[in-house]
């Protein structure tokens, strides 16, 4: 298993933009499916973005296409989660995980077997 650490969080301006960055121990990082995921106070865990091995495919839900964008460099062990566009809405923790396969789709946190520790979003309007 890998284990996962975010970084990048933080305090912006609603139409402001933040990176993201998920670092991952191990060798084996081009294996995973990487995804994230985020929880707003009160809500459940919700998918955001997702990418595959090689990069090759991305997977995002609607709420953040065109906002949005997932990328990984697997020579540096990092998915990152570009944001633009952001929302008082997307305030909310987020959380990078990993995966060996598709299990249950992309978009199922039950997919993930790995998670990191969460970073927090706050976008201010």
């Known amino acids: 298993q890998v284990q996962l650490v975010e970084s990048g969080g933080g305090l912006v301006q609603a139409g402001g933009s933040l990176r993201l960055s998920c670092a991952a121990s191990g060798r084996t990082f081009s294996s995973y499916v990487m995804g994230w995921f985020r929880q707003a106070p009160g809500k459940e865990r919700e998918f955001v973005l997702a990418i595959s091995e090689n990069g090759r495919s991305t997977y995002y839900t609607d709420s953040v296409k065109g906002r949005f964008t997932i990328s990984r460099d697997n020579a540096k062990n990092t998915v990152y989660l570009q944001m633009n566009s952001l929302k008082p809405e997307d305030t909310a923790v987020y959380y990078c995980?990993?995966?060996?396969?598709?299990?249950?789709?992309?978009?199922?946190?039950?997919?993930?077997?790995?998670w990191g520790q969460g970073t927090q979003v706050t976008v201010s309007s």
């Open positions: 995980a990993a995966s060996t396969g598709y299990g249950l789709g992309p978009d199922s946190e039950y997919t993930y077997n790995c």
